[in-house]
C-alpha cells in the first residue's frame, strides 16, 4: 500500500487557493452581443423542424431569496450559470438569495391548432418559470430537463419570459454531484441557475409527447412505444420500408393513447464500439413527424474462456475499458463551451484505447450521448448523489485505505451514518432516478445504471436495484461502486488507488470502477497551484508510468477483471490527475 500517496491526499491543513484563469480553444475571449452559444438542436433523438433556440444574452438579478424582479444587475450569457467566467458575471449564488432571469421573445405561429412548448435542459436546482408574469410550471432537480406547454400564456408580438432560481447546493439535501460552495481538492465550485439550452418549438395539439425505441435480446427485433394524447395513425419509416401502426395494440386513458408494435430488422447490423451502426427512422403520427435512431446491440453478464464472470457485448464476452469524465471545463464549469468541445472529450478518449466513458456524478446534455452513440462509446452512468452532510474522514477517504473495514456496513435503514435522515429527500432521489433512466434509456451507449458512488447519500441499494432492474431490465447495475457492497447489482465494484490491484473473487463480474488518477501538473495549464490526486508524477514520467499501469491492467484481465475506469480525462480545479489538462490544451500521456 501507498500509504504516503493515502496520506497525501486528504489535504489536511489549511489552505489558500489563488485561482488563475483559464480557457478553452471553443470561448472567444469576449462573446459578441447577438451570441447564441450552444446553437444545437438539443433533443436529437426527437427531433422537430420548428424551434426557437433562447440561448443568448439574458437580463438577471440576485435578490435576497423571495423577493421579485426589480431592476436588473445585468446581463447574463444563458446557458452558463453565474458562477462561470462564461456568463459574463463570475459571482457565486448563495443559499440565502434567489436568482431571476427575463428575456423578452416572439411568440411563434399557433395557427391551425398548435402548442407552444417551451423547454429547459437543465436549472440547478429549483426553479419557477413565468411567462407574461403568470406561472408557467415549477420544477426540482437540477441536472433533470423539464418542459411547460406555455400556449395558453404567449400573445402575439413580444413576450416576457422570466425564471426564478434558488440553488442550496451542498448546504441542502437535492441531488448536487460534486458541487461545493467551499470548494477544494475532489469537489469543485458550486454553480447556480441555467446550465443547459433554453429553447422553444411548435407542435400539433395531438402530438408525440413520449417515444420509446428498445431493442430486444434476440438482436433482430425493435420495439417502439410511442405516446401520444389521442390515437392517430402512425408510420415508422425504416430505410426505404414504411411500418403502418393503424392495427397495433393501442392502450388509452384520458391522460395518453399509448402505441406499440414490434419491427424485425432483416441481417441487423449491431452497434458496438468498433462498429457503432445506427438505424435512421423517421416517425409520423398524425400531423405530427420527428426524426431519431436508435442501435441493435445488448449488454449482459456471463462467463468468459478461463471461467470467470464477464461483461458481454451482443452477447460475447466483452472488456470495457474505461475512464472517469466529470464533464467541467475552465470558463463554463458543467456546461460544455460548445458542441464540438463535448465531442472532442469523447474522441480522444478513444484515441487513447478506450471504449467506454464513466459519467460521474452528473447528467450530461444529450447531445454529449448523441456524440457518444455516434462515435462508438459506451457509457456507465450515474445517478447524481444528494443527502445531508456525512463525515467525510470516515465514509470517503478511510474506505479508500482500508476498504474491507467498511464492507459488510448495512444501508437498509442506516439514514443517519448516509446523511439520509430527510424521508422527502430519498422520496425524491427515488422518483429522480427513474427520470434519469426515462429521460436517457434511448441512448443505445448507455450500458449500465450507477445508483450509488462511495456512499455518498446511499440508501437501500438492493430495494433501489430491483426498482431500476424493473424500469429497465436491459441494461446492467451498479448498485455501490467503490464501497458499501450490497451484494446487490450486476458487478462487483471496487475502487483502488493506493493498494496493489488485484482481481477479488465474487461470482459477479469484478470490476475496477475507478483507479489510476495520476497526479501531474502542467505549468500554464493549471487553475491553481494546491495539487490533488493519487500519486505525482512529473510530465516527463507521467507517460511511461502510465503506460505500465494500463499494462497492468491488461494482465488482470486473465485473473477475471471485467472492466476498469481510469481516473480521469482532465484535471478539474485543483486535481490535476486527467489525460488532458482542464483547458483541453495538452494530452499529457503519449499518442
Known amino acids: 500500500?501507498?500509504?504516503?500517496?493515502?496520506v497525501k491526499s486528504l489535504q489536511l491543513g489549511?489552505?489558500?487557493?489563488?485561482?488563475?484563469?483559464?480557457?478553452?480553444?471553443?470561448?472567444?475571449?469576449?462573446?459578441?452581443?447577438?451570441?447564441?452559444?450552444?446553437?444545437?438542436?438539443?433533443?436529437?433523438?426527437?427531433?422537430?423542424?420548428?424551434?426557437?433556440?433562447?440561448?443568448?444574452?439574458?437580463?438577471?438579478?440576485?435578490?435576497?431569496?423571495?423577493?421579485r424582479f426589480s431592476r436588473p444587475d445585468g446581463r447574463i450569457l444563458v446557458p452558463f450559470s453565474p458562477e462561470t467566467d462564461a456568463s459574463g458575471i463570475n459571482r457565486v449564488l448563495q443559499p440565502g438569495e434567489g436568482l431571476w432571469y427575463r428575456r423578452y421573445f416572439e411568440c411563434p405561429e399557433t395557427e391551425n391548432g398548435h402548442r407552444v412548448i417551451l423547454h429547459f435542459g437543465a436549472v440547478d436546482e429549483r426553479c419557477a418559470v413565468f411567462i407574461n408574469g403568470q406561472t408557467a410550471g415549477k420544477h426540482r432537480n437540477g441536472y433533470l430537463s423539464f418542459s411547460f406547454d406555455i400556449t395558453a400564456l404567449v400573445r402575439p408580438g413580444e413576450n416576457e419570459l422570466q425564471v426564478y432560481v434558488r440553488d442550496d447546493s451542498d448546504t441542502g439535501m437535492e441531488c448536487r454531484g460534486k458541487q461545493r460552495l467551499s470548494?477544494?481538492?475532489?469537489?469543485?465550485?458550486?454553480?447556480?441557475?441555467?446550465?443547459?439550452?433554453?429553447?422553444?418549438?411548435?407542435?400539433?395539439?395531438?402530438?408525440?409527447?413520449?417515444?420509446q425505441i428498445v431493442p430486444q435480446e434476440d438482436l433482430r427485433t425493435v420495439r417502439f412505444r410511442i405516446t401520444l394524447k389521442d390515437p392517430a395513425p402512425v408510420e415508422i419509416t425504416l430505410g426505404s420500408t414504411m411500418y403502418r401502426m393503424d392495427e397495433c395494440s393501442c392502450k388509452h386513458s384520458k391522460e395518453a393513447a399509448v402505441l406499440e408494435t414490434e419491427i424485425t430488422v432483416h441481417e441487423p447490423r449491431l452497434w458496438s464500439p468498433e462498429s457503432p451502426a445506427l438505424y435512421e427512422t423517421d416517425i409520423t403520427a398524425g400531423k405530427d413527424h420527428v426524426q431519431s435512431y436508435f442501435a441493435i446491440r445488448s449488454f449482459g453478464t456471463g462467463t468468459d474462456e478461463n471461467g470467470h464472470a464477464c461483461l458481454t457485448l451482443n452477447g460475447m464476452p466483452y472488456f470495457m475499458n474505461g475512464v472517469l469524465d466529470q464533464g467541467y471545463w475552465p470558463e463554463s464549469l458543467m456546461t460544455a463551451p460548445s458542441d464540438e468541445a463535448l465531442r472532442y472529450d469523447i474522441l480522444e478518449m478513444k484515441r487513447a484505447g478506450f471504449n467506454m466513458i464513466?459519467?460521474?456524478?452528473?447528467?450530461?446534455?444529450?447531445?454529449?450521448?448523441?456524440?457518444?452513440?455516434?462515435?462508438?462509446?459506451?457509457?456507465?452512468?450515474d445517478m447524481?448523489?444528494?443527502?445531508?452532510?456525512?463525515?467525510?474522514?470516515?465514509?470517503?477517504?478511510?474506505?479508500?485505505?482500508?476498504?474491507?473495514?467498511?464492507?459488510?456496513?448495512?444501508?437498509?435503514?442506516?439514514?443517519?451514518?448516509f446523511g439520509r435522515t430527510d424521508a422527502q429527500a430519498r422520496t425524491r432521489f427515488e422518483k429522480d432516478l427513474l427520470r434519469m433512466?426515462?429521460?436517457?434509456?434511448?441512448?443505445?451507449c448507455i450500458g449500465l445504471w450507477n445508483i450509488f458512488n462511495e456512499g455518498w447519500g446511499q440508501f437501500d441499494a438492493l430495494r433501489l436495484t430491483e426498482m431500476v432492474r424493473e424500469a429497465d431490465p436491459a441494461r446492467l447495475i451498479d448498485h455501490a461502486s467503490g464501497w458499501f457492497d450490497q451484494g446487490g447489482g450486476d458487478v462487483k465494484s471496487v475502487h483502488n488507488y493506493f493498494r496493489k490491484l488485484v482481481v477479488e473473487k465474487d461470482a459477479r463480474p469484478f470490476v475496477l470502477s475507478e483507479y489510476g488518477g495520476y497526479t501531474c501538473g502542467i505549468p500554464g495549464h493549471v487553475m491553481y497551484e494546491e495539487n490533488?490526486?493519487?500519486?505525482?508524477?512529473?510530465?516527463?514520467?507521467?507517460?511511461?508510468?502510465?503506460?505500465?499501469?494500463?499494462?497492468?491492467?491488461?494482465?488482470?484481465?486473465?485473473d477475471g477483471l471485467a472492466a476498469a475506469v481510469y481516473t480521469q480525462v482532465s484535471d478539474i480545479e485543483e486535481e490535476k490527475n486527467g489525460i488532458l489538462t482542464y483547458d483541453r490544451k495538452v494530452r499529457k500521456t503519449a499518442d
Open 384 to 417: 447524481v448523489h444528494g443527502g445531508g452532510r456525512i463525515d467525510a474522514m470516515r465514509m470517503t477517504y478511510l474506505p479508500t485505505v482500508f476498504p474491507w473495514i467498511w464492507t459488510h456496513l448495512k444501508d437498509e435503514g442506516n439514514y443517519r451514518l
Open 358 to 381: 464513466r459519467k460521474h456524478e452528473k447528467i450530461e446534455a444529450e447531445r454529449w450521448y448523441y456524440h457518444c452513440d455516434r462515435v462508438g462509446m459506451i457509457v456507465w452512468q
Open 14 to 67: 489549511k489552505k489558500t487557493r489563488e485561482k488563475k484563469k483559464l480557457r478553452t480553444v471553443w470561448s472567444p475571449e469576449q462573446w459578441e452581443a447577438d451570441a447564441c452559444p450552444l446553437p444545437e438542436y438539443p433533443r436529437p433523438q426527437l427531433v422537430r423542424d420548428h424551434w426557437i433556440n433562447l440561448n443568448g444574452w439574458w437580463e438577471y438579478q440576485i435578490v435576497k431569496a423571495g423577493k
Open 437 to 444: 433512466i426515462r429521460q436517457l434509456e434511448n441512448h443505445p
Open 532 to 558: 490533488y490526486g493519487y500519486r505525482d508524477y512529473s510530465p516527463k514520467d507521467l507517460p511511461e508510468a502510465f503506460d505500465e499501469l494500463m499494462e497492468e491492467i491488461e494482465a488482470l484481465k486473465k
Open 183 to 211: 470548494p477544494g481538492g475532489m469537489f469543485y465550485q458550486a454553480q447556480s441557475g441555467i446550465w443547459q439550452t433554453v429553447w422553444m418549438e411548435t407542435v400539433p395539439e395531438n402530438h408525440i409527447t413520449d417515444l
Open 1 to 6: 500500500m501507498r500509504l504516503t500517496d493515502a
